[in-house]
């Protein structure tokens, strides 16, 4: 049972609809609610003691299972954003070592959703492991759903036949989990609202990665909350007017001067990469303008990059709220934002 609520629990407090699950002691208070046609102090009280719980279950939590690029690196996997916004268990994008972040945080088995930006192996290349590792030992008996720009139902369709003898071999097994849990089931989308579901709305947005079209930003709601995912992009209009009032904006970059340091890195290379990316000069002017309570670089190209440079090159344009991604990085974004690393 479930009532979509709007309150003010604070003076000042902006209205904003709670989804409430009412326990015996909820209902009868919804009763008094319903008959009496007002709201009475004890209501109220009940209302404002539940009120950081229900605060609480407006936030988003975003943790970076993976900040790298397609060059492995050890510090940084590859790109993977997990998102849990009340009861949704979100990932976006199943790069290197997914798989490996989601079992280390305990998570696996929460994950039946995958949203990808884009069709780039570094994005996809941990989706064999998360459909097959997760079907026997994480989500068991439930499909996995993916939600990806056109391509990706082929994509799917050729892995279903890459594994299938692994997977007939398995089904004879009176172990393995039902067949129903290797089942998958892929939506190909295109600009506009993807999913909504239990106060989560998933908005995919167009951003510009050079020729690679379809590529998807998202945008996350949830409440009065709302994050921001840049996927693969340059400098992009379009993800600007999609991040308009966000609270976290995780968004790429790419240092094209430490590729100067790398060995096989000729300059036509470098600006041939670049050209797909955002510098953190013009990171910071997209910072700048959308004004994110709190800004923060994943998918770091190249994944050698340094924290500090980057920082010092995005504050000629952006003097705001600003953290360098980690592998594990978790940010709570409710009331207030807290970030933590592992
Ligand atoms: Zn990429
Ligand atoms: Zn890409």
Not at 113 to 120: A, E, G, I, Y
Not at 167 to 181: D, E, H, K, M, W
Not at 192 to 206: L, N
Not at 279 to 301: C, K, M, N
Request: aromatic residues 8%; charged residues 20%; glycine residues 10%.
């Amino acid at each position: 049972m479930g009532e979509v609520l709007s309150l003010t629990l604070m003076p000042g407090a902006t209205l904003f609809p709670i989804r409430v699950s009412l326990g015996a002691v909820g209902s009868l208070l919804w009763l008094l609610w319903r008959r009496v046609g007002l709201l009475s102090k004890t209501t109220t009280v009940f209302l404002l003691l539940c009120s950081p719980i229900c605060a609480q279950g407006q936030s988003i939590t975003v943790t970076l299972l993976g900040t790298g690029s397609p060059v492995p690196n050890l510090e940084r996997f590859g790109p993977s954003i997990l998102v849990q916004a009340g009861s949704q268990v979100l990932l976006v994008d199943c790069g290197r070592g997914a798989v490996q972040r989601l079992f280390q945080l305990g998570m696996l088995k929460e994950v039946h959703s995958l949203f990808l930006t884009h069709l780039h192996a570094d994005h996809v290349v941990g989706i064999p492991d998360l459909w097959q590792t997760g079907w026997l030992i994480g989500r068991r008996d439930v499909s996995l759903q993916i939600w990806g720009p056109k391509g990706t139902a082929d994509m799917i369709s050729h892995l279903e036949k890459a594994y299938q003898f692994d997977i007939g071999i398995r089904l004879q097994y009176a172990n393995t989990p039902p067949p129903r849990g290797v089942v998958t089931d892929t939506e190909e989308i295109t600009q506009g609202v993807v999913y909504q579901q239990q106060g989560v709305k998933i908005t995919a947005f167009d951003v510009d990665h050079g020729q690679i079209k379809p590529a998807f930003g998202y945008r996350i709601d949830y409440g009065d909350r709302s994050v921001v995912l840049s996927g693969d992009t340059r400098y992009s209009e379009n993800l600007i007017r999609f991040s308009k009032g966000v609270d976290l904006l995780v968004h790429e970059v790419v240092a094209a001067a430490e590729f100067e340091v790398l060995p096989g890195y000729p300059p036509a290379r470098i600006r041939e990469i670049q050209s797909h990316h955002t510098t953190p000069e013009q990171a910071g002017e997209v910072f700048s303008r959308v004004r994110p309570r709190l800004a923060v670089y994943s998918h770091i190209v190249p994944t050698t990059a340094a924290a500090s440079g980057l920082i010092a090159s995005t504050r000629k344009t952006y003097a705001g709220p600003l953290e360098v991604g980690e592998d594990l990085m978790t940010i709570e974004v409710g009331e207030q934002i807290v970030v933590r690393r592992h």
